[in-house]
Structure formats: structure tokens, C-alpha cells
């Protein structure tokens, strides 16, 4: 190839004068650096700026994260379904602040025009604190309950899930007086929702992978008053701000 056609053919992207550094695992960055980098690496599909520092995620196994993700989203999209105004999304991008720009494994938020406290930028990007996100944890020591959890109760997400795979062990934190606490399941084992009426997770169901049990007391929440109350309070919010 000729000097000449070799111009031709590089792109505004590969020019040395504006060839950015790769992203690398620890990079310490603003979250507009961190993107303009993403961006130009169309072959990374997951990376994370927590705190000002890169994380790179590692290939995923089926049985420790993509079933037990799919689980959770099961779940999460059936309360979806059952409810206007809502909206689900699977490892949105998500604008936290200058330091935090993450990919939680799942989102479920209430739009603005019901009273939601996200939105999308003009380039299609999640911004704000979506009322519940979830993650796929190994155990403990992941990131998802250090620095990440810390992030997210900063930016004032109201709800956070951690599932702990080797740990057997799922924590649904809330955001009460600018901290998370746990919150407990009741005598049937099951946890609800303080931000969503009756979305309603049977823990030790869903750890067994019985996902017959986990829809069925989602359903039955689904179905009772105080979920259609919830349904008619969004949709009253959201024609009042169309007045």
C-alpha cells in the first residue's frame, strides 16, 4: 500500500494527532475522558468509571451471572408489563456525576412525566437516579458493594439489589435518611418494595432457580389494590403534567 492510499484510508478516529489511549483497568478519569475513550474503542461492550477509575469487566459464565441476570429480569420486566409508566432496561449506561458513569445490570425506573427521577440525555443516555437497579455480584468483595454501592447511594438511587452468586445470598438495600439499609423479608420470605407497591421477590425462590414460585408471588402482588392504586397514582401524575 502506497503512502498516499494509506492516508486515504485512515479514518478522522486513527489520525495520530487525535488517536486516544486505550481504556485500561485503573485508569483514573473524568467521566467525559472515560467516554470520549469508549467511544473510540467500539470493541469494548462493558466498561465502568466508579469513583474516577476504570473498571474493565472480565468475560461472563452462564451459571454465575447470565442466568441468575436473567432471572432478575424476568422478574423485574413482568412488573414492568403490569405497570404504566415504568420502564425497564437491561446494562443501561447511567451518568451518575463527574466521577461515575456505570452499566448496572438492570434498571427499573418510573418516567419523569409520573414523578421519576431519571431521564435521557439528547444522545439517548441515561441520566439521574433511577428509582431501582440491581447487580450481579461474585461475592462480597465485589466492587458492586464498595465503591459502587457507595455511588449509588450518593446520587440517591432509592432501591439497589446485590445479588451475592457464590454467596447465595441476595441484599435489597433502601435508601432511608441518606444511607441503605437492608431490607428483611417477612414471615413468607419474601421482600417488597418501598418505592414499587408489591413488586415482591421470594428470596430463597428465586436462589433455588424456581422461577414458577418467584412469578407466582410476583403476580399476586400484581394483582391486588395496592399495585392498581400505585397504577392510578402514576397515570393521574403523569395527565396532570400534560395540563
Not at 429480569?73 to 449506561?93: N, R
Not at 435521557?120 to 428509582?131: F, Q, W
Not at 462480597?140 to 446485590?162: F, H, N, P, T, W
Not at 441484599?171 to 413468607?188: A, E, K, R, T
Request: net charge negative; hydrophobic share 35%.
Amino acid at each position: 500500500m502506497t503512502s498516499s492510499t494509506a492516508k486515504s484510508t485512515m479514518t478522522s478516529r486513527e489520525t495520530p494527532s487525535q488517536k486516544l489511549p486505550p481504556l485500561e483497568n485503573g485508569d483514573r478519569l473524568t467521566r467525559q475522558e472515560f467516554e470520549r475513550r469508549y467511544h473510540a474503542m467500539p470493541e469494548v461492550k462493558k466498561a465502568e468509571l466508579i469513583e474516577g477509575v476504570v473498571y474493565m469487566a472480565s468475560p461472563l459464565r452462564f451459571t454465575t451471572h447470565a442466568k441468575p441476570h436473567g432471572h432478575l429480569i424476568t422478574w423485574l420486566g413482568l412488573y414492568e408489563i403490569a405497570t404504566p409508566q415504568l420502564q425497564m432496561g437491561i446494562e443501561p449506561t447511567l451518568r451518575l456525576d463527574i466521577d461515575n458513569e456505570v452499566q448496572p445490570d438492570g434498571v427499573l425506573l418510573i418516567n419523569a412525566e409520573s414523578g421519576g427521577r431519571s431521564t435521557l440525555s439528547d444522545d439517548g443516555y441515561l441520566e439521574g437516579s433511577p428509582e431501582l437497579v440491581v447487580e450481579i455480584a461474585a461475592s462480597s468483595a465485589a466492587i458492586d458493594l464498595g465503591d459502587k454501592k457507595r455511588a449509588y447511594r450518593r446520587s440517591g438511587i432509592q432501591e439497589y439489589i446485590v445479588w451475592q452468586v457464590f454467596n447465595q445470598k441476595i441484599d435489597w438495600f433502601s435508601l432511608q435518611d441518606g444511607d441503605y439499609i437492608s431490607l428483611m423479608p417477612n414471615q413468607q420470605g419474601t421482600i417488597c418494595s418501598l418505592v414499587f407497591p408489591e413488586l415482591r421477590l421470594d428470596v430463597a425462590a428465586m436462589l433455588q432457580g424456581n422461577m414458577q414460585q418467584v412469578l407466582a408471588v410476583l403476580q399476586a402482588g400484581i394483582n391486588s389494590a395496592e399495585h392498581q392504586t400505585f397504577v392510578r397514582q402514576l397515570i393521574a401524575t403523569q395527565q396532570g403534567k400534560r395540563r
